[in-house]
């Protein structure tokens, strides 16, 4: 729940930590995860003593509203009483949460500022774990996930990476793991000089602590990133309103219950409006249904284009390297991300407008068209083919084009997800059977975007063609 680096940046999150204000965080929906999920079994055997434990360290009341307990998901946090509406469910003080500011002192002089926070917080971890039993920490650290236990796709192996080789996640996931391979060499020299410690520590070793750890479990905080023991119990529905508020002037983090729970309901809050990609990056896991799904795609000016120069020129005086439009759609130069087109309130959103433009930039047939753009961006507001073209049919061209891209892609996605029915194993596992059924909601939630895209396009180049050849000029 970190921050990851997807090219997006729309998973800049290191966990969305809002700053309490509003009591409340949001409106009141109820959530469609929960309503069904009860009490699997208190895991008597070890967390009856995990709250008491961190509440004796801390010295005040944590919580005495939850409990910990067993779902289909792993350990979860369930109602051990009736939960109303904007009860304060938890309290966790920030001087039992982990960030680094609990490097050890001779460990954090060695550390440069080209060390990031979550890679300081990573070795933390491995601190804490090589301490074993003798951890300050050890109630809570054993309590976090083993390697092999979680999914993100830096984990996954190659065979299984190509199950997503359509999706963008791909090329993250490989952006993200010679992210974490840098900062590993970078740091290694540090903790060689820990021989007694962190002897013989390996890539996979800071890598498990990296993104087990760290990145699936820690909220933003304002210490750069913090593990939040307890609050970090807590499973993810995308459409709970609850999140983890942060209280700067009383020193703590909360959640305050969005609904009504009954006693052994479990408990869930939002990691954050995390698409399927993100959602497998990070945390390892995806929804079945996840309506922030999105496509990045990409469209290039042809080489062969003879004003392709101009072309691309043209787009750079005009476009910014990273846009974000009213809809919060971002892109940068020719790569573009999508989301579902939905009809809000009747009206359809329709795709991003940075997209559009570049289309129409792209379907000019002539030097002067394309000057005609530039004059009408400086007449403007500076950016450019904002609206439709003048003429009709070069706007329709321009969406065809992008309709032509979308049922490309479209083919490409059901050729993908159908090839998942062959990835097998002589013993299909169920890691493989799991990371497949991954793949295929990735996959399917992607499909799902670029179809209501394509539906977008035809109609747009349907309904709008009488209207441009009626005014031409
Ligand atoms: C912050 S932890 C939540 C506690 C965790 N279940 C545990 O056992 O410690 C996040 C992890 O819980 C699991 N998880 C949370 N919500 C989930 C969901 N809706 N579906 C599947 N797995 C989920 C994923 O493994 C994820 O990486």
Aim: hydrophobic letters at 40%; a neutral charge.
């Amino acid at each position: 729940m970190l921050l990851g680096a997807r090219i997006t940046n729309l998973w800049c999150f290191q966990r969305p930590l809002c700053t309490k204000s509003p009591r409340l965080c949001a409106k009141l929906t109820f959530s469609s995860l929960s309503d069904s999920k009860v009490l699997h079994s208190i895991d008597a055997d070890c967390d009856d003593d995990f709250l008491p434990w961190l509440e004796r360290k801390a010295g005040v009341e944590i919580s005495s509203f939850l409990s910990i307990g067993k779902s289909a998901y792993g350990r979860s946090v369930f109602a051990s009483q009736k939960l109303r509406t904007g009860d304060c469910i938890l309290k966790v003080p920030f001087d039992v949460q982990l960030s680094q500011d609990n490097l050890r002192p001779k460990i954090k002089s060695l550390m440069g500022d080209e060390i990031g926070n979550v890679a300081k917080l990573a070795i933390v971890i491995l601190f804490e774990q090589k301490m074993g039993k003798d951890s300050e920490w050890a109630p809570y650290i054993s309590r976090l996930p083993q390697a092999g236990e979680m999914h993100n796709t830096i984990f996954w192996s190659e065979d299984e990476l190509d199950m997503i080789r359509q999706s963008s996640l791909f090329q993250e996931t490989v952006n993200k793991k010679a992210q974490i391979e840098m900062e590993f060499w970078a740091i290694k020299p540090a903790l060689e000089s820990f021989p007694e410690v962190f002897n013989h520590i390996k890539l996979k070793d800071f890598m498990c602590a990296y993104a087990l750890a760290v990145e699936s479990r820690a909220w933003r905080s304002t210490k750069g990133v913090s593990l939040i023991p307890f609050a970090d119990f807590l499973n993810h529905d995308g459409l709970s309103e609850a999140i983890v508020l942060n209280d700067e002037d009383k020193q703590l983090s909360e959640v305050i219950a969005d609904r009504n729970y009954a006693p052994k309901e479990e408990v869930l809050i939002r990691y954050g409006n995390f698409s399927n990609a993100t959602l497998i990056l990070d945390f390892g896991f995806t929804l079945p249904y996840n309506r922030h799904d999105e496509v990045q795609i990409q469209i290039k000016i042809p080489d062969h284009d003879p004003l392709r120069e101009m072309k691309l020129e043209l787009l750079q005086r005009h476009c910014l390297p990273s846009i974000k439009d009213i809809n919060g759609f971002k892109s940068s130069k020719d790569s573009f991300t999508i989301k579902e087109v939905r009809s809000a309130g009747g009206k359809r959103k329709g795709l991003p407008i940075s997209l559009r433009a570049f289309a129409r930039v792209l379907c000019c047939s002539s030097p002067q068209e394309l000057c005609d753009l530039a004059v009408e961006a400086a007449n403007n507001d500076g950016r450019l083919a904002r609206r439709p073209l003048r003429n009709g049919s070069q706007e329709i061209l321009a969406h065809q084009l992008l309709l032509s891209q979308m049922t490309q892609l479209t083919e490409e996605y059901n050729a993908s997800i159908k090839s998942l029915d062959l990835v097998t194993s002589p013993s299909m596992c169920k890691r493989l059977s799991l990371r497949k059924q991954m793949a295929r909601d990735l996959l399917i939630g992607e499909l799902r975007v670029l179809e209501s895209a394509s539906a977008w396009l035809e109609n747009y180049c349907t309904t709008s063609a009488p209207t441009f050849y009626s005014c031409p000029g």
